[in-house]
């Protein structure tokens, strides 16, 4: 994890994902030879099951995966392929009776019931903690403190529960109202959207209100001169190969969720950004 956030702290060109990591579902047998058929037919027919959850426990994680992409919530309740998060193949959630996947499953179970009962809390709380995780990492490793800074990790912890969680909810949510397209086209409107208004908006802001927090207002616009625009780069590069996939195939209350576990390689990158001293010229 942290070679990967020191690969992307190097400003090395913008790339964007090869065709090859959107793979098939191992249902799909065969390739149209038009590929926005192709990759609309497995967003459109794509399905997703958790077993050993009950239905109100998924919410709308039953929907079909199309649903997403405006075409509404009336997916069936079936089973799946395996789906993203594995899983199995039979009809429902996989029976309540079976001790072993109930086990398995409980901890995600609790936690896709905390995203029911109370989403931005949850969400927030989620933000905090990997931004607690992330800032520690960056101090540990890469700028390799003897001891860390506990003031700094407090602000940083402080904002991914007042900032990063409650953000990241409504835009996602207001994401999926906004664009309503189906298929290819939806994902790929919703993947401009997030990685190209909201993201470049969202790292001034937060950079902006680190520093400020952190007692240093007067280096607001000297740092987002240096930093501003490598982070905007740095981001492109981690999140439109996973937004890509998370678009596409994950519910949209999942999203964050999902967003999260990329989110300690983000906040390795965005806390060495953030802390990284301002070279007066």
Known sequence: MILTATTILRKTPLFLPRSSILSPPRNFTSISPNPLQSFNSIFSNRQLGFP??????????????????????????????????????????????????????????????????????????????????????????????????????????????????????????????????????????????????????????????????EGRPSQVVPKLRQEWFSSVIANWKLWIPFQLLNFGFVPQQFQVLASNFVAVIWNVILSFKAHTAVVTK
Not at 95 to 121: C, H, I, R, T
Not at 137 to 166: E, H, M, N, W
């Open 52 to 213: 050993g959850l009950t239905k109100k426990q998924m919410g709308q994680g039953y929907s079909r995966v199309s649903a997403i992409s405006g075409g509404g919530s009336g997916g069936s309740s079936g089973g799946n392929d395996g789906g993203v998060f594995g899983g199995s193949s039979d009809d429902g959630a996989g029976g309540e009776g079976d001790g072993g996947n109930q086990s398995k499953w409980g901890l995600f179970a609790w936690y896709m019931d905390l995203l029911v009962k109370s989403p931005v809390l949850t969400k927030s709380v989620t933000s905090a903690l990997l931004n607690l995780v992330g800032d520690l990492i960056c101090q540990l490793a890469i700028d390799k403190v003897a001891s860390p800074d506990y003031k700094r990790t407090f602000t940083f912890t402080f904002l991914g529960l007042v900032l990063v969680g409650p953000t990241l909810h409504y835009w996602y949510l207001y994401l999926s109202k906004l664009v309503t397209v189906p298929g290819a086209s939806g994902v790929f409107l919703r993947l401009i959207l997030d990685q190209f208004f909201f993201a470049p908006i969202f790292i001034g802001t937060f950079l902006s209100t680190l520093i400020t927090l």
